[in-house]
């Protein structure tokens, strides 16, 4: 897909549905949850507005894929890494839903839904359990290309979608799809020990490859600073994966990781959602969580964190 500058928008303003001065609902309101004041969307799927992307949105995606693109090789897993080129994503310009879904469904039979952003757990896990990846239609701006508090197009495109190309990878991901329907039947309690289990692998896995450490957290390939932090700094831990280990360590969303849990292979990663969680979340329930910086007796310690410059304070 060759992007030239004659397709692009021009600077004028994103072109919105039906008509140009109509902004839709992106942000319905924000919401009090459990996990602090978040921003709730609409959660209907959407037409990717592609033609109303404008010249800096473009950009923008151009400058997030080539600064990782020059830092991920020797960091990046090498599956991420081909996922990244099997679809073109550095071809120039943000790239169209429709022509990276016909490689997608084709290789294991996902497919990239356009949302408007957040989605309510539930709605978020039906769209994996149907092998649906959700992904925010919209870019962060220019004044925003180290950190924005919400998942946007360069995090959700770039960060989870290469990956889906991975046959046991993808099998994974729908099966925490389905993990998480049954978790938000029995409770918040189950939900939040399935959510820590896609903070600490999904968002920010790391893997322990022949060739050495490697990144395949999406949280973590999509952030230039947090893709040198999780492998050189001496502050984080990282401790082999276990699942309840996982489910039962709270995380911090607003710093780097304070510990990076690490697999062996994606398989590792699928086996670990063939038992029933329900008898695992009735044991957790009973049990104190660990602190996102805890180092436990039996953990398999890769690197034992010196802690500097750990931010203080409640992990949620
Ligand atoms: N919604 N669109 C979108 N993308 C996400 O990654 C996402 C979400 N809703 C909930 C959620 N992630 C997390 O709570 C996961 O742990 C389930
Ligand atoms: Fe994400």
Known sequence: MLWTPSDLAGNREPSYGASM???????????????????????????????????????VWDTLYQRQRELLPGRACKEFLAGVERFGLGDGGIPKFSELNKVLVKATGWELVAVEGLLPDEVFFDHLAN?????????????????LSEPDLFHDLFGHVPLLLNPVFADYMQAYGR????????GPEALMNLTRLYWYTVEFGLMNTPEGMRIYGAGIVSSKGES???????????????????????????TYQQTYFVIDDFAQLFNATRPDFTPI???????????????????????????EGFATGADT
């Open 179 to 186: 993990g998480g329907m049954k978790a938000f039947a029995i």
């Open 228 to 254: 040198i932090y999780c492998l050189d700094s001496p502050s984080p831990n990282r401790i082999g994966f276990g699942l309840e280990r996982v489910m039962s360590t709270r995380y911090r969303i607003d």
């Open 281 to 307: 979340y009735a044991k957790l329930g009973a049990e104190p969580a660990h602190a996102a910086a805890d180092v436990l007796d039996g953990d398999r310690v890769f690197t034992r964190g010196t802690r």
């Open 131 to 147: 092998r649906r990846f959700p992904v925010s239609w919209w870019i962060r701006k220019p004044d925003q290309l180290d950190y």
């Open 21 to 59: 001065d109509q902004p839709p609902p992106r942000k319905v309101e924000h919401q009090q949850t459990d996990r602090g004041y978040i921003p709730v969307y609409a959660t209907g799927v959407v037409e990717q507005p592609w033609s109303g992307y404008t010249r800096t949105d473009h950009e």
